[in-house]
């Protein structure tokens, strides 16, 4: 059966607490920490430890750094098995199964696709149909290929590229999330990047539903879709809202479908509840790509995942529920 999202017609109710937040640029977005004025400390140690552990991050995930880990990846990988950090080799074998799961809608081996359509670069442009074809070729985890016993990963063919923008952020958000939980005891906190991704730490104070999050619709920036209670979860959402540009009428955004090369055209947003950020994230970009019926396949296949689809005028709400 199918159980609807927390929304508008059960608001929340009213709540008066201080926060000390604490914020930093990071992966070309704002992340920000929140944590209850008076139940720690340390609040504000304990954020900025957490905001230089996703700096950290940064720079072994991003593409922009040639020094970076995933870089020298891409650099080295088509020449044989390269040894990659535990961590990060633990994220790509979950990407592994979400580009499974997802029949492909979410994939992290779209480097070469970013760079045609001009995105790297945040130059968005038509590719002409020979540059799309070879970075089609180039494109699809099914050309990585990951060695468990040593964490070490090659790619089949040169040209093939890993960009983690679509899951870096919530990755980054879960492990800042760790840090403050283990190291600082921290027990109640909302961590933020660019807020399209989204972690919290227990609830709100007083408020043992979670953290209010109020969702914002993609075209109209004063209307709310809704507000779900997020609590030791992870919430991502995945819109064109900002980079996409005018082609023959058409807009066209950032988000590509990796198993056509072209702009998603699914979903106007997509907002994913899941136990991780990371996963969040990876799953609201699936949604959005797939559109509403994908949406209700993944939570079916995932009972631990919640989402929201908006296409046009209606708005699909699902959650899979034994």
């Not at 979903?267 to 994230?281: C, F, H, L, N, Q």
Request: glycine share 10%.
């Amino acid at each position: 059966m199918w159980h609807d999202l927390l929304w508008p017609d059960q608001p929340p109710g009213p709540s008066e607490f201080a926060l000390v937040r604490v914020s930093r640029r990071a992966m070309a977005t704002t992340f920000e920490i929140a944590i209850p004025l008076g139940t720690h400390r340390h609040a504000v140690e304990a954020a900025e430890d957490a905001l230089n552990l996703i700096d950290d991050l940064e720079d072994q995930l991003t593409v922009y750094r040639d020094h970076s880990e995933v870089s020298r990846l891409n650099a080295t990988a088509a020449g044989g098995f390269v040894d990659v950090e535990a961590r990060l080799f633990d994220l790509l074998a979950r990407c592994a199964v979400w580009t499974k799961e997802s029949t492909g809608a979410f994939d992290i081996a779209t480097g070469a696709l970013i760079k045609a359509w001009g995105f790297f670069r945040r130059e968005g442009r038509v590719p002409s149909p020979e540059e799309l074809r070879a970075a089609m070729h180039a494109t699809g985890f099914r050309h990585v290929v990951l060695d468990f016993s040593r964490r070490a990963v090659k790619f089949r063919i040169p040209g093939v590229e890993i960009n983690l923008g679509s899951v870096g952020k919530g990755y980054a958000l879960d492990r800042a999330a760790e840090l403050l939980r283990q190291k600082w005891d921290v027990r109640s906190a909302l961590l933020q990047g660019g807020g399209s991704s989204v972690y919290a730490i227990g609830h709100a104070p007083d408020d043992p539903r979670g953290w209010p999050i109020r969702l914002r619709h993609p075209h109209t920036p004063d209307e709310d879709l809704g507000t779900v209670y997020l609590r030791d979860a992870g919430l991502g959402t995945s819109a064109a809202t900002f980079q996409f540009f005018e082609y023959n009428g058409r807009r066209l955004g950032h988000v590509l479908d990796p198993r056509t090369g072209w702009p998603a055209t699914g979903a106007d947003s997509a907002t994913v509840i899941a136990p991780t950020a990371a996963e969040a994230d990876a799953m609201a970009t699936a949604a959005f790509i797939l559109g509403p019926v994908g949406a209700e396949r993944l939570t079916r296949l995932r009972p631990g995942l919640k989402a929201i689809v908006l296409c046009g005028p209606t708005i699909s709400r699902y959650q899979a529920v034994a």
